[in-house]
């Protein structure tokens, strides 16, 4: 589970606002400008952050994602030769055990259809599975989004 980072080291903007603050009194009226400064400055830092966490974590998914592809692209390329020798060898032989129960002109447009139905459906099969693992991997920025509604809720009460 993520978990709010602290924002780094505070810069010499930063610095001084936090020293302004503290030196304000309570009844002072730039007390609250102050403090309405030093929450914009460290919103404006938090979000600077968010965002370069969300460019480091679409980076590791883009690198993920590409890997990804590139092994299923050279796999399936090989695999698409060597299905097409399997389904001639296939064809030819389904063909020949057709010939013996049946005229051999049904036979000869039987045995593709009947190859073409039982590897259609698996085709079909390994797609939705495929589908359903990329989809369940997802492209969203999870760590992002956590950390940008714990920072909404920090500055929320940084307000109040």
């Given at each position: ?82 299905f097409f020798f399997l389904l001639s060898a296939l064809d030819r032989g389904f063909g ?48 992002t989004v956590e950390t940008l509604r714990e920072n909404t809720h920090w500055i929320k009460?940084?307000?109040?």
């Open positions: 589970m993520a978990t709010r980072r602290e924002p780094p080291e505070a810069g010499p903007e930063q610095a001084e606002v936090e020293a302004e603050a503290e030196t304000a009194g309570p009844d002072d009226a730039g007390s609250t400008a102050a403090l309405l400064r030093g929450v914009i400055a460290e919103s404006t830092r938090l979000l600077r952050q968010e965002i370069e966490l969300a460019r480091a974590e679409m980076g590791e998914k883009a690198d993920l994602l590409q890997r990804y592809v590139a092994g299923v692209a050279a796999g399936g390329a090989l695999l698409a030769c060597a020949a055990a057709l010939a013996t129960w049946m005229d051999e002109r049904i036979a000869g447009w039987l045995a593709p259809l009947i190859l073409a139905a039982i590897l259609g459906g698996v085709g079909f099969w390994l797609l939705s599975n495929a589908r359903r693992a990329l989809r369940s991997e997802g492209l969203t920025p999870e760590r009460e940084r307000l109040r």
